[in-house]
């Protein structure tokens, strides 16, 4: 248990902080998941105008921390190579 005061606010500060990570996780997620959809009906205009939208959510994900900047890289390269195979 946290004694400091101190210590009691970083723990309510991690809970907010893991919250709203989670959240643009979540989001992030959601936008792969439409190119994959899109990729899985063949329809290859849907998955490119899904995966423009989601190479900014990507690079968003770096830019606040949530996500390393190689694991979005690799995700984005294997979707638009995807996408460009259809």
Request: glycine share 8%; hydrophobic share 40%.
């Amino acid at each position: 248990m946290a004694n400091t005061p101190q210590a009691r606010k970083r723990i309510r500060r991690n809970e907010k902080r893991a919250e709203i990570n989670g959240a643009r996780i979540g989001r992030i997620r959601t936008f792969v998941k439409k190119v994959e959809s899109a990729l899985a009906g063949g329809d290859k205009a849907a998955a490119a105008e899904a995966l423009k939208e989601a190479q900014p959510e990507l690079a968003r994900g770096v830019a606040r921390g949530v996500l390393h900047k190689n694991t979005a890289a690799r995700k984005l390269s294997r979707l638009t190579k995807a996408v460009s195979g259809l």
